[in-house]
């Protein structure tokens, strides 16, 4: 018994196959014992011989046809596992540090056949990422090689002090100090330029786009007049995306400057205050004024006039 599992089991049968081919192998066998078959008192030797001979004849020939059975599920076997469509159920993977299980990329057509693998995907590197997987039916293997792409997708991250700037009339503000970080998740912090660097690449997100991370501050450089301006902090990684964020500046009005009183033209007067009218102190009426009457004052002749003094006609005042 232990002879006829272990053939079928070189031949490749699954374990429920091998049992029932070696049952049937056995029963057959048995059938055709000489000490089972009822033999003839005339011929005892003879049928002897014919029913060993027939036993063995049928192991034969059963063992015969079940390897031409087995042959022939095995074509069928190896048929399935080379038609086993094994394909990526994503096109593309994002660039990073992250660990990722080939196994939860792809998928099989035939749910019968065992993948697995031994590589990883390395997502360090933008573009194609191959890896080997195993394909197994039964007892044949085949592999098969699926290619990832990988990409750089986002964007860096860009973080500002104040969104809005408010400075004196004629003052300079200082934009890189309300610029805090510019950072990429891979690259790390980006570095300011002046000016936007060459593109080493021509397919942004998926090659290395520019030699090193960089960014900008984009706006006017005259702050001379009053009034709100807009600038944009523009930044990109090294494979070319890019992040923007704005913030304002606000030039205040410039103070008003006081305007210094006119200076004040006052002179000497000596006003009458019984006649109600004044006169300049060299006038010969101001000797005729009575003392009680009399009012010397240091003013202009304006004000005299707004309080309702009349000017003299003598001395014109």
């Not at 890019?242 to 000596?270: D, H, L």
Request: with cysteine.
């Amino acid at each position: 018994m232990d002879a006829i599992v272990s053939f079928f089991q070189r031949l490749g049968l699954k374990k429920g196959a091998v049992l029932v081919a070696s049952l049937l192998l056995l029963i057959s066998g048995l059938l055709s014992d000489p000490e089972a078959t009822p033999s003839s008192s005339e011929e005892p030797a003879y049928s002897t011989v014919l029913a060993t001979n027939s036993g063995a004849g049928f192991i034969q020939s059963s063992l015969a046809e079940f390897e031409e059975v087995v042959s022939e599920n095995s074509h069928v076997i190896q048929y399935a596992l080379d038609a086993a469509v094994l394909k990526s159920k994503t096109v593309y993977l994002e660039y990073g540090t992250e660990a990722l299980d080939p196994m939860r990329f792809v998928e099989c057509d035939n749910p019968d056949v065992v993948l697995s693998t031994s590589d990883s995907i390395d997502l360090q590197t933008v573009g194609d990422a191959p890896v080997m997987f195993r394909m197994a039916l039964d007892s044949f293997v085949r592999s098969q090689v699926v290619t990832f792409r990988v990409r750089d997708t986002h964007g860096p991250n860009i973080e500002i002090n104040e969104k809005s700037i408010i400075v004196a009339y004629g003052d300079t503000p200082d934009l890189q100090a309300n610029v805090l970080t510019v950072s990429d998740d891979v690259d790390g912090r980006l570095t300011y330029v002046s000016n936007e660097p060459e593109t080493a690449g021509t397919d942004a997100g998926n090659e290395r786009f520019y030699e090193s991370g960089w960014y900008r501050i984009d706006g006017p450089s005259d702050l001379s007049q009053p009034g709100t301006y807009t600038y944009t902090v523009v930044a990109a990684d090294i494979h070319g995306n890019r992040a923007t964020k704005e913030f304002s500046v606000t030039v205040k009005e410039p103070p008003v400057a006081e305007t210094a009183p006119a200076p004040v033209n006052t002179r000497a007067y000596v006003v009458n205050t019984n006649t109600g009218k004044f006169h300049n102190s060299w006038c010969r009426y101001v000797d005729t004024i009575a003392s009680h009457n009399r009012w010397d004052v240091e003013t202009t002749r304006e004000e005299l006039i707004d309080r309702g003094y009349e000017p003299c006609k003598v001395c014109n005042p």
